[in-house]
């Protein structure tokens, strides 16, 4: 028996599909390329977006080409949010919650057993529980995404996956550290600690449990080299925290903070809980303290309300502060949220416009960035070939700047120090010091 899979969205769904991947292995299935053919087809899906739901739908379709007889299980955000319009979709036999992915093996053993529909969709809002989804063996040798927290309860004005996550829950201190350790027993030298609102960890759980408390834990285990963690609200990062994680060796120096608008009208009607001056002292703050540090970040743009003044003030805004790369989204109406039933809703054309100007920025400032670095020798992490040129391998550095090199042997799943030399095509070209 085969099974494939395609994840769409977040970091936190990459972690749910490698442990999805290995229930199915322990049940004697081999796992194919999602465009194979396959007994079983899993599409973990995504929200965030009108695209996200769109993309979603269309593997859904390209599935049942593969193999018309296949069982194909959607599970995930959009399942969790839209589970009767899933169930409508032709060839769907399975719609699996975000806290029903531990359960997929038995669904669809079910559905092909029994050639019936299964929706297994709970309320997660009054779920409150942390569904532990362990991995025993991962297929990747690399980096490793360790989910230690899910749900959210911010309630964003245009955002939907505080309903399609539900509330805030955390998994515990020994189970985290339990894993951190088997992953450094696999070889892995860098994890990336992820969640949906990951600066909420420790909120629900007893004790003085904290993701500064967690961070300084995984700190102490042996064999893992380098630590990360996943988008985080920019409220995190006060100036005693930020000191407290400069003195963590295995930190990388690398930061999501999530900003989605430089103006503080826009934030208001988003109900984000910062102003542009608070995100921008944290940055601040996390340069001071911390050295060669690299900050990205999301940003939206066409939200209903914004005006050419308001875009101005976020294109100033980060035109000053230069951070490392941004990820520019053009406002999605998402039908549940408040912003979609928000007046002056911007026009197409303008988001493009607003988009283009913020991705041109982004690049100017991305380059500016990666050129103060030429001429000094990076530790990268190397993950893989480069364009599938045997000789050319691509990785990070410690602050996520993408460096290409050249080398006769094989450095895959190596941490080595390289030297920056250029840039090219937009990425940063390294000689790797043997």
């Given at each position: 028996?085969?099974?494939?899979?395609?994840?769409?969205?977040?970091?936190?769904?990459?972690?749910?599909?490698?442990?999805?991947?290995?229930?199915?292995?322990?049940?004697?299935?081999?796992?194919?390329?999602?465009?194979?053919?396959?007994?079983?087809?899993?599409?973990?899906?995504?929200?965030?977006?009108?695209?996200?739901?769109?993309?979603?739908?269309?593997?859904?379709?390209?599935?049942?080409?593969?193999?018309?007889?296949?069982?194909?299980?959607?599970?995930?955000?959009?399942?969790?949010?839209?589970?009767?319009?899933?169930?409508?979709?032709?060839?769907?036999?399975?719609?699996?919650?975000?806290?029903?992915?531990?359960?997929?093996?038995?669904?669809?053993?079910?559905?092909?057993?029994?050639?019936?529909?299964?929706?297994?969709?709970?309320?997660?809002?009054?779920?409150?529980?942390?569904?532990d989804l362990n991995i025993e063996e991962?297929?990747?040798?690399?980096?490793?995404?360790?989910?230690?927290?899910?749900?959210?309860?911010?309630?964003?004005?245009?955002?939907?996956?505080?309903?399609?996550?539900?509330?805030?829950?955390?998994?515990?201190?020994?189970?985290?550290?339990?894993?951190?350790?088997?992953?450094?027993?696999?070889?892995?030298?860098?994890?990336?600690?992820?969640?949906?609102?990951?600066?909420?960890?420790?909120?629900?759980?007893?004790?003085?449990?904290?993701?500064?408390?967690?961070?300084?834990?995984?700190?102490?285990?042996?064999?893992?080299?380098?630590?990360?963690?996943?988008?985080?609200?920019?409220?995190?990062?006060?100036?005693?925290?930020?000191?407290?994680?400069?003195?963590?060796?295995?930190?990388?120096?690398?930061?999501?903070?999530?900003?989605?608008?430089?103006?503080?009208?826009?934030?208001?009607?988003?109900?984000?809980?910062y102003t542009s001056e608070e995100y921008?002292?944290?940055?601040?703050?996390?340069?001071?303290?911390?050295?060669?540090?690299?900050?990205?970040?999301?940003?939206?743009?066409?939200?209903?309300?914004?005006?050419?003044?308001?875009?101005?003030?976020?294109?100033?805004?980060?035109?000053?502060?230069?951070?490392?790369?941004?990820?520019?989204?053009?406002?999605?109406?998402?039908?549940?949220?408040?912003?979609?039933?928000?007046?002056?809703?911007?026009?197409?054309?303008?988001?493009?416009?607003?988009?283009?100007?913020?991705?041109?920025?982004?690049?100017?400032?991305?380059?500016?960035?990666?050129?103060?670095?030429?001429?000094?020798?990076?530790?990268?992490?190397?993950?893989?070939?480069?364009?599938?040129?045997?000789?050319?391998?691509?990785?990070?550095?410690?602050?996520?700047?993408?460096?290409?090199?050249?080398?006769?042997?094989?450095?895959?799943?190596?941490?080595?120090?390289?030297?920056?030399?250029?840039?090219?095509?937009?990425?940063?070209?390294?000689?790797?010091?043997?």
């Amino acid at each position: 028996m085969k099974a494939a899979f395609n994840t769409l969205g977040c970091r936190v769904n990459l972690y749910e599909t490698e442990a999805m991947i290995e229930k199915f292995i322990k049940e004697g299935y081999d796992i194919v390329e999602f465009d194979d053919f396959a007994d079983v087809y899993v599409i973990n899906t995504c929200t965030v977006t009108n695209m996200g739901d769109k993309k979603s739908r269309q593997m859904i379709r390209r599935a049942k080409k593969n193999n018309k007889n296949s069982v194909v299980a959607v599970v995930g955000c959009y399942a969790q949010i839209a589970s009767k319009e899933i169930s409508t979709i032709e060839g769907v036999d399975v719609v699996l919650g975000t806290r029903n992915k531990g359960e997929i093996v038995y669904w669809v053993n079910r559905a092909k057993e029994e050639k019936k529909q299964f929706i297994v969709v709970n309320d997660v809002l009054k779920n409150k529980v942390f569904e532990d989804l362990n991995i025993e063996e991962y297929q990747d040798k690399t980096r490793a995404f360790l989910k230690i927290q899910d749900g959210c309860n911010r309630f964003c004005s245009y955002c939907l996956i505080p309903f399609a996550r539900g509330a805030v829950c955390s998994k515990k201190p020994d189970k985290v550290l339990e894993e951190v350790k088997k992953l450094a027993q696999h070889g892995f030298e860098e994890i990336i600690l992820s969640g949906i609102h990951i600066a909420s960890y420790g909120v629900d759980l007893e004790g003085e449990w904290d993701l500064l408390k967690i961070l300084e834990e995984v700190n102490k285990v042996e064999g893992i080299r380098r630590i990360r963690i996943g988008s985080i609200d920019p409220t995190f990062f006060k100036e005693d925290v930020i000191k407290r994680i400069a003195s963590l060796e295995k930190m990388c120096p690398h930061f999501h903070l999530s900003l989605q608008s430089g103006c503080d009208e826009t934030l208001k009607r988003m109900n984000r809980r910062y102003t542009s001056e608070e995100y921008k002292n944290a940055v601040m703050n996390l340069r001071k303290y911390i050295k060669n540090v690299s900050i990205t970040t999301d940003v939206i743009v066409g939200f209903p309300g914004e005006t050419e003044e308001e875009f101005n003030k976020t294109y100033e805004f980060l035109d000053t502060i230069k951070l490392s790369k941004m990820h520019i989204f053009k406002y999605s109406p998402r039908k549940g949220t408040k912003a979609a039933s928000m007046k002056n809703q911007v026009d197409g054309n303008i988001k493009e416009d607003r988009s283009h100007k913020l991705i041109e920025l982004d690049k100017k400032l991305e380059q500016e960035f990666i050129k103060k670095f030429i001429g000094k020798n990076l530790k990268v992490l190397f993950e893989q070939n480069y364009n599938n040129n045997e000789k050319l391998y691509e990785g990070y550095t410690e602050n996520y700047i993408k460096v290409v090199a050249e080398c006769e042997c094989n450095v895959k799943d190596k941490i080595i120090t390289t030297e920056i030399t250029g840039i090219k095509d937009g990425n940063a070209q390294g000689k790797i010091l043997l």
